[in-house]
T-cell receptor
Framework: DAKTTQPNSMESNEEEPVHLPCNHS???????IHWYRQLPSQGPEYVIH???SNVNNRMASLAIAEDRKSSTLILHRATLRDAAVYYC???????????FGKGTLLTVNP | EPEVTQTPSHQVTQMGQEVILRCVPI?????FYWYRQILGQKVEFLVS????????KSEIFDDQFSVERPDGSNFTLKIRSTKLEDSAMYFC???????????FGPGTRLTVT
């Protein structure tokens, strides 16, 4: 599986935008870029995914670099409920299993 | 929004005992997964199940583990003879509507004493 690199932790203030980076320089042409998050004491939760184009949904936006070697998850207005570990995961092949790294621990200050 | 449920929420068992963890997946989904998370560590893939058979399993998923869809709806993970190191949160997940969009259950906390 192609590897991703994320900062161990980031901090934000409530109601401010948050940009969570992810590097994936060995991404292959068929790999999808997925983001999941895990709130304290809960199971992972799907956030967003994309292949080549930027994507928006009700939770977040995903900005994908033109060469696809990096991406950024954007939370437009962080809330306290967004405090979680965020995982950037590449998925290819037909099995779609998720390989979790350590992710980025996002702290949101009131 | 579709929901995956898991029972029990917490299971305590003695070393060497068999446990069965149960999951009710989202109907009409074709891919099923089990993951585990040891306290303080990352989420680890155990096994994927498609078309009533295992499609992939990790090194963790040894002969002590098995999965079944006993009645076409429920999805179970059995550990035949539990060890202390099996203590973890076990998550069931279903494949959603897009490649890799998986819905996770709330998890079962397994404590082996």
């Amino acid at each position: 599986d192609a590897k991703t690199t994320q900062p161990n932790s980031m901090e934000s203030n409530e109601e401010e935008p948050v940009h969570l980076p992810c590097n994936h320089s060995t991404i292959s042409g068929t790999d999808y870029i997925h983001w999941y998050r895990q709130l304290p004491s809960q199971g992972p939760e799907y956030v967003i995914h994309g292949l080549t184009s930027n994507v928006n949904n009700r939770m977040a936006s995903l900005a994908i670099a033109e060469d696809r070697k990096s991406s950024t998850l954007i939370l437009h207005r962080a809330t306290l409920r967004d405090a979680a570990v965020y995982y950037c995961i590449l998925i290819g092949g037909s099995n779609y299993k998720l390989t979790f790294g350590k992710g980025t621990l996002l702290t949101v200050n009131p | 929004e579709p929901e995956v449920t898991q029972t029990p929420s917490h299971q305590v068992t003695q070393m060497g005992q068999e446990v069965i963890l149960r999951c009710v997946p989202i109907s009409n989904h074709l891919y099923f997964y089990w993951y585990r998370q040891i306290l303080g560590q990352k989420v680890e893939f155990l096994v994927s199940f498609y078309n009533n058979e295992i499609s992939e399993k990790s090194e963790i998923f040894d002969d002590q583990f098995s999965v079944e869809r006993p009645d076409g709806s429920n999805f179970t993970l059995k550990i035949r003879s539990t060890k202390l190191e099996d203590s973890a949160m076990y998550f069931c997940a279903n494949f959603g509507t897009a490649p890799g969009e998986q819905y996770f259950g709330p998890g079962t906390r397994l404590t082996v004493t």
